[in-house]
Nanobody
């Protein structure tokens, strides 16, 4: 399994970015996909997750209403649309895959077997 994250960059507070995670190497219909982020000096934290099969989603409270996770089955790609960005959203964003689907504990990084390389999002005030 390979995950390729992209779409990060520098944006002003209040702006938007869309991250992409291209997945390859496996059939992902039974997987759950997650986005996590890690700011300097902080632990990696959950952002959002989606079931590849039924599209069910979960969000961290800090991004609910501002971020949207989605997937394109034909392109094997998961997206994270980020609106109303804040300086505290600055972090390296990682996509991850759980081969066991969207299950309890979806917010734990250790539940995900595969990780992309990360893409940096910087939000200026």
């Amino acid at each position: 399994v390979q995950l390729q994250a992209s779409g990060g960059g520098l944006v002003q507070a209040g702006g938007s970015l869309r991250l992409s995670c291209a997945a390859s190497g496996r059939t992902f219909s039974s997987y759950a996909m997650g986005w996590f982020r890690q700011a300097p000096g902080k632990e990696r934290e959950f952002v959002a997750a989606i079931s590849w099969s039924h599209g069910g989603t979960h969000y961290a409270d800090s991004v609910k209403g501002r971020f949207t996770i989605s997937r394109d089955n034909a392109k094997n790609t998961v997206y994270l649309q980020m609106n109303s960005l804040k300086p505290e959203d600055t972090a390296v964003y990682y996509c991850a895959a759980d081969p066991y689907g969207l299950r309890s504990g979806y917010y734990y990084p250790r539940q995900y077997d595969y990780w992309g390389q990360g893409t940096l999002v910087t939000v200026s005030s």
